[in-house]
C-alpha cells in the first residue's frame, strides 16, 4: 500500500496557511505595490513648471492626481486589515497573540531599519513602530475606531500647522533662533546627502542614512504619525472586525457606500488640491496661498481616494472574470515585503553613483515607463516563486525569525492515490 505526504497539523498560532490566504487581499496588496513603485520612482519630479517635455507633462499629471499619496494609505489599511484578520485567527485557536505580534513587529522593524540605510525612502519600520499602537485599542468598538481615526488626522495636522506657523513667522527671539538653527542643520544634512548619492561609496551612503534614521528616531514626532500611517491603520482595523473582507457578499452594498462617498469626497478634494498646485506653481508671483488649508484637503481627500480604490477594486474581484484576470497580481501581493525591497535594490543599482548612475539623467517619463517594466517583471518572478515555494524569501526569513524556527518553505505537492481499475 503506498503512502503519501500528509499536510502538518497548524500550529496554535503559526503562518497563514495557503487555504487560509483572501486572495482578493492579495491583489489589493499587489495593486498597492504597483502604485507605490510608480510614485517612489517619480518622487523627485521638479513640478509643473520644471517638466522638460510634453511627455512628462503627460506622466505627471495622471500619476499626482490618481496615485501620490494615494498607495500609502492602501498599504496601511491593509496593515490594520491583516492585524484584525490575525487576532481573529488567533482567539479561534485559543492561542496568545500579543507576544507573537509583538515579536513580529520587532522583526519587520529590522528589515525595515535595514532597508532605510540602503534605500532613499522606507515605511516598514514606520509601521512596525505604529504597529505597536493598535494593541491597546484593538477591543474598542468599531464604530469608535472611525471616530479615532479621524480625530488622529485632525490632532496630526493641527500639530504640523502649528509647526509650520512657528516656523513660518517665529514670535520670540528663541524660536527665531529654533527655526534657524533647524533650517541650517536640514540645509546640511541635505547637502551631505545630496553629496553621497551623487559622488560617494556605498559605505559612504549607508553611514549618512544610518545618520539620518538616528536623527528621525530622536525626534520622531508622534502626532505627525498619528495621521500618517495610524490612522490607515484603525480603518483596517475596523473592516477587520467586521468582517467586510472575509465575507464580502454580505458587505457589497456597505461598500459600495464607502466607493462613492470616497470616491466623489476624494476627487472633488484633489482637484481642488492640485488646481491649486497648478495655479501657485505655474504663476510664480502669486501671494496669499492658503498653505494650511491646501494641506488639510490634500491630507483628508488623498487617503480618502485611497479607500475608494480599495472598495472599487474589492467589488470588481466579486466578478469572477476580472478575478482571473488580475489574478497574476496576486502573487506579486503574497510576497510584497520581498518586492518592495526588490524595488530599492533596482533603484539604487540604476540610479545611484555606485550602479549606473543614472540620476539626474532620466526624465519623468521614461522613470515612469521604468518603473512599469519592474512591475511587469514582479509579476512574472513571483509567480514562478510561489509556484514552487510557500513565502517570498523576506516573508520566510520574517516568519523563522519570528517563531523561532525555520519554516518550510517548498509547496508541498499532495498527491492523489491511483484508483482500483
Given at each position: 500500500m503506498p503512502t503519501f505526504p500528509t499536510t502538518p497539523s497548524l500550529p496554535a498560532f503559526g503562518p497563514v496557511q495557503q487555504s487560509e490566504r483572501i486572495e482578493t487581499l492579495d491583489i489589493l496588496r499587489g495593486f498597492a505595490l504597483f502604485a507605490i513603485l510608480v510614485v517612489n520612482w517619480t518622487a523627485d519630479s521638479p513640478g509643473p513648471r520644471g517638466l522638460a517635455s510634453a511627455a512628462d507633462w503627460i506622466a505627471y499629471w495622471p500619476i499626482q492626481f490618481l496615485l501620490q499619496e494615494k498607495a500609502w494609505p492602501v498599504f496601511a489599511f491593509l496593515f490594520g486589515l491583516g492585524f484584525a484578520i490575525q487576532m481573529q485567527r488567533a482567539e479561534a485557536r485559543g492561542s496568545h497573540f500579543v507576544s507573537v505580534y509583538a515579536k513580529r513587529l520587532l522583526v519587520l522593524f529590522?528589515?525595515?531599519?535595514?532597508?532605510?540605510?540602503?534605500?532613499?525612502?522606507d515605511i516598514v519600520h514606520r509601521y512596525a513602530i505604529c504597529g505597536l499602537l493598535l494593541l491597546p485599542v484593538r477591543r474598542l468598538h468599531p464604530k469608535l475606531l472611525v471616530v479615532l481615526a479621524l480625530l488622529c488626522v485632525l490632532v496630526a495636522w493641527t500639530n504640523r500647522s502649528q509647526i509650520y506657523f512657528r516656523s513660518a513667522s517665529p514670535q520670540t527671539a528663541q524660536e527665531l533662533a529654533e527655526v534657524t538653527g533647524r533650517a541650517a542643520a536640514n540645509r546640511a544634512r541635505a547637502a551631505e546627502r545630496n553629496r553621497a548619492y551623487a559622488s560617494g561609496t556605498f559605505g559612504q551612503v549607508v553611514s549618512v542614512r544610518a545618520r539620518d534614521l538616528g536623527a528621525e528616531l530622536s525626534s520622531w514626532n508622534r502626532f505627525n504619525w498619528l495621521g500618517d500611517p495610524f490612522a490607515p491603520f484603525l480603518l483596517g482595523l475596523y473592516a477587520g472586525r467586521r468582517r467586510?473582507?472575509?465575507?464580502?457578499?454580505?458587505?457589497?452594498?456597505?461598500?459600495?457606500?464607502?466607493?462613492?462617498?470616497?470616491?466623489?469626497?476624494?476627487?472633488?478634494?484633489?482637484t481642488v488640491f492640485w488646481g491649486l498646485e497648478f495655479v501657485y506653481d505655474l504663476g510664480g508671483g502669486i501671494t496669499g496661498r492658503p498653505e494650511q488649508l491646501v494641506r488639510l484637503v490634500e491630507r483628508l481627500s488623498s487617503p480618502t481616494m485611497g479607500?475608494?480604490?480599495?472598495?472599487?477594486?474589492?467589488?470588481?474581484?466579486?466578478?469572477?472574470?476580472?478575478?482571473?484576470?488580475?489574478?497574476?497580481?496576486?502573487?506579486?501581493?503574497?510576497?510584497?515585503l520581498t518586492n518592495y525591497l526588490l524595488q530599492s535594490l533596482v533603484w539604487v543599482l540604476l540610479f545611484n553613483k555606485y550602479g549606473l548612475g543614472w540620476l539626474g539623467q532620466v526624465n519623468l517619463f521614461n522613470r515612469a515607463?521604468?518603473?512599469?517594466?519592474?512591475?511587469?517583471?514582479?509579476?512574472?518572478?513571483?509567480?514562478?516563486?510561489?509556484?514552487?515555494?510557500?513565502?517570498?524569501?523576506?516573508?520566510?526569513?520574517?516568519?523563522?525569525?519570528?517563531y523561532g524556527r525555520f519554516q518550510p518553505m517548498l509547496v508541498q505537492k499532495i498527491l492523489v492515490a491511483p484508483t482500483e481499475p
Amino acid at each position: 500500500m503506498p503512502t503519501f505526504p500528509t499536510t502538518p497539523s497548524l500550529p496554535a498560532f503559526g503562518p497563514v496557511q495557503q487555504s487560509e490566504r483572501i486572495e482578493t487581499l492579495d491583489i489589493l496588496r499587489g495593486f498597492a505595490l504597483f502604485a507605490i513603485l510608480v510614485v517612489n520612482w517619480t518622487a523627485d519630479s521638479p513640478g509643473p513648471r520644471g517638466l522638460a517635455s510634453a511627455a512628462d507633462w503627460i506622466a505627471y499629471w495622471p500619476i499626482q492626481f490618481l496615485l501620490q499619496e494615494k498607495a500609502w494609505p492602501v498599504f496601511a489599511f491593509l496593515f490594520g486589515l491583516g492585524f484584525a484578520i490575525q487576532m481573529q485567527r488567533a482567539e479561534a485557536r485559543g492561542s496568545h497573540f500579543v507576544s507573537v505580534y509583538a515579536k513580529r513587529l520587532l522583526v519587520l522593524f529590522l528589515i525595515g531599519a535595514a532597508h532605510f540605510m540602503l534605500a532613499e525612502r522606507d515605511i516598514v519600520h514606520r509601521y512596525a513602530i505604529c504597529g505597536l499602537l493598535l494593541l491597546p485599542v484593538r477591543r474598542l468598538h468599531p464604530k469608535l475606531l472611525v471616530v479615532l481615526a479621524l480625530l488622529c488626522v485632525l490632532v496630526a495636522w493641527t500639530n504640523r500647522s502649528q509647526i509650520y506657523f512657528r516656523s513660518a513667522s517665529p514670535q520670540t527671539a528663541q524660536e527665531l533662533a529654533e527655526v534657524t538653527g533647524r533650517a541650517a542643520a536640514n540645509r546640511a544634512r541635505a547637502a551631505e546627502r545630496n553629496r553621497a548619492y551623487a559622488s560617494g561609496t556605498f559605505g559612504q551612503v549607508v553611514s549618512v542614512r544610518a545618520r539620518d534614521l538616528g536623527a528621525e528616531l530622536s525626534s520622531w514626532n508622534r502626532f505627525n504619525w498619528l495621521g500618517d500611517p495610524f490612522a490607515p491603520f484603525l480603518l483596517g482595523l475596523y473592516a477587520g472586525r467586521r468582517r467586510v473582507f472575509q465575507e464580502v457578499a454580505k458587505h457589497r452594498e456597505f461598500l459600495r457606500t464607502v466607493m462613492w462617498w470616497t470616491l466623489g469626497f476624494g476627487l472633488a478634494g484633489n482637484t481642488v488640491f492640485w488646481g491649486l498646485e497648478f495655479v501657485y506653481d505655474l504663476g510664480g508671483g502669486i501671494t496669499g496661498r492658503p498653505e494650511q488649508l491646501v494641506r488639510l484637503v490634500e491630507r483628508l481627500s488623498s487617503p480618502t481616494m485611497g479607500l475608494a480604490y480599495i472598495a472599487a477594486l474589492t467589488l470588481l474581484l466579486e466578478r469572477g472574470a476580472w478575478k482571473e484576470r488580475l489574478a497574476p497580481i496576486a502573487s506579486v501581493g503574497r510576497m510584497c515585503l520581498t518586492n518592495y525591497l526588490l524595488q530599492s535594490l533596482v533603484w539604487v543599482l540604476l540610479f545611484n553613483k555606485y550602479g549606473l548612475g543614472w540620476l539626474g539623467q532620466v526624465n519623468l517619463f521614461n522613470r515612469a515607463m521604468l518603473s512599469i517594466l519592474v512591475f511587469v517583471v514582479h509579476i512574472v518572478t513571483s509567480q514562478w516563486w510561489m509556484r514552487r515555494f510557500r513565502f517570498g524569501p523576506v516573508e520566510w526569513l520574517w516568519r523563522s525569525l519570528t517563531y523561532g524556527r525555520f519554516q518550510p518553505m517548498l509547496v508541498q505537492k499532495i498527491l492523489v492515490a491511483p484508483t482500483e481499475p
